[in-house]
């Protein structure tokens, strides 16, 4: 089975050949300079329409940003691009390529192909983090996801960390996401001390593996904050792993022993077994996961039809 691979993020799109097994046949980025969802769903297309005539494909499978309906296939809420929110994206597709098309939440997917090929394989009951420009998060229990009576479920980012804090584009004050990000840091780092040094994640780590001191102390406090999300996640979905993926998960040579410490001062004895573990499939994460979820798909529609 072949599955059509679609990882779309905020500038660029990703699509990829997956087979049954996992392997990635071939693959392809695609930049995306107008924020359009009409601009967007031709991309989609003409990478459907190449792969389809050099692979014999059975599904197509997307992963994109935003609150994602997986079971109708809808897009309900994304900021990112207009003409986007409210798309039947399945429908839309699936009168394109004929094939049977599967939407989920790119979080969902890179967790989901975390926990088939990578470094969640082995556990039942995960909760995945996943760091970059913001924080998302999402909740599997042996191989099902917990999505919430809305598919709102997993908003990690978006639960209050400090009461009246820095306001979020979501409407409340204190979120997670303004504290635990990549964002977070080098924005931290500036307000500490004072003027717009920093731009970038990768600059923040730059100033501290160079030893300075208030890079140090605002890791420092990114790393107690994250300790006491990663504490609060355990003691409601008591995970055998926490998972956490993301752009910030690349550095974590320098802080991985230090959150480990934290997060084991934090908890309690009966948290004390969850495993902290990290992404291991890197940008692959999400094009396998959304694959896993079409091929899942397949099993479904054929078990119905067996029904019938
Ligand atoms: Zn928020």
């Known amino acids: 089975m072949y599955a059509i691979s679609i990882d779309s993020g905020g500038t660029k799109v990703v699509g990829a050949v997956v087979d049954e097994k996992g392997k990635i046949l071939t693959k392809a980025r695609h930049e995306i300079p107008v924020r359009n969802g009409d601009y967007l769903i031709d991309v989609f297309r003409d990478i459907i329409n190449r792969y389809s005539s050099d692979y014999p494909i059975d599904v197509v499978s997307i992963?994109?940003?935003g609150r994602i309906d997986p079971v109708r296939g809808i897009i309900l809420n994304?900021?990112?691009?207009?003409?986007?929110?409210?798309?039947?994206?399945?429908?839309e597709l699936q009168q394109t390529c004929r094939l049977p098309v599967s939407v989920n939440n790119d979080c969902y997917c890179a967790i989901k192909g975390e926990l088939w090929q990578g470094a969640a394989r082995e556990y039942s009951v995960v909760v995945g983090i996943i760091i970059g420009?913001?924080?998302?998060?999402?909740?599997?229990?042996?191989?099902r996801f917990w999505h919430g009576a809305r598919f709102g479920a997993g908003e990690i980012g978006h639960m209050i960390l400090r009461p009246d804090g820095l306001p979020c584009y979501c409407g409340q004050k204190g979120c997670v996401e303004r504290y635990v990000s990549g964002?977070?840091?080098w924005n931290a780092y500036n307000r500490a001390v004072g003027e717009e040094q920093l731009s970038s994640g990768y600059e923040f780590f730059e100033r501290y593996n160079g030893g300075d001191a208030t890079a140090r102390q605002v890791l420092s406090t990114f790393l107690d904050d994250l300790s006491v999300v990663m504490a609060n996640i355990s003691?409601?979905?008591?995970?055998?792993?926490?998972?956490?993926?993301g752009g910030i998960s690349e550095t974590k040579e320098v802080w991985a022993q230090e959150l480990e410490n934290r997060y084991r001062h934090q908890?309690?004895?009966c948290?004390?077994?969850?495993?902290i573990v990290y992404a291991s499939m890197g940008n692959d994460a999400?094009?396998?996961?959304?694959?896993?979820?079409?091929?899942?798909?397949?099993?479904?529609?054929?078990s119905e039809e067996g029904q019938k």
């Not at 420009?133 to 229990?141: N, V, W």
């Not at 003691?235 to 993926?245: F, K, Q, R, S, Y």
């Not at 959304?290 to 099993?299: N, R």
Request: proline share 1%.
């Open 267 to 269: 908890v309690g004895d």
């Open 235 to 245: 003691n409601l979905c008591d995970p055998d792993a926490i998972l956490i993926g």
């Open 286 to 302: 999400a094009l396998l996961g959304a694959a896993k979820f079409g091929f899942e798909l397949l099993e479904h529609l054929s």
């Open 63 to 65: 992963g994109g940003n």
């Open 183 to 185: 964002t977070a840091l």
């Open 78 to 91: 994304c900021g990112v691009y207009q003409n986007w929110q409210g798309r039947h994206l399945r429908e």
């Open 271 to 275: 948290m004390q077994k969850t495993k």
């Open 133 to 143: 420009t913001g924080l998302g998060g999402a909740m599997a229990d042996h191989g």
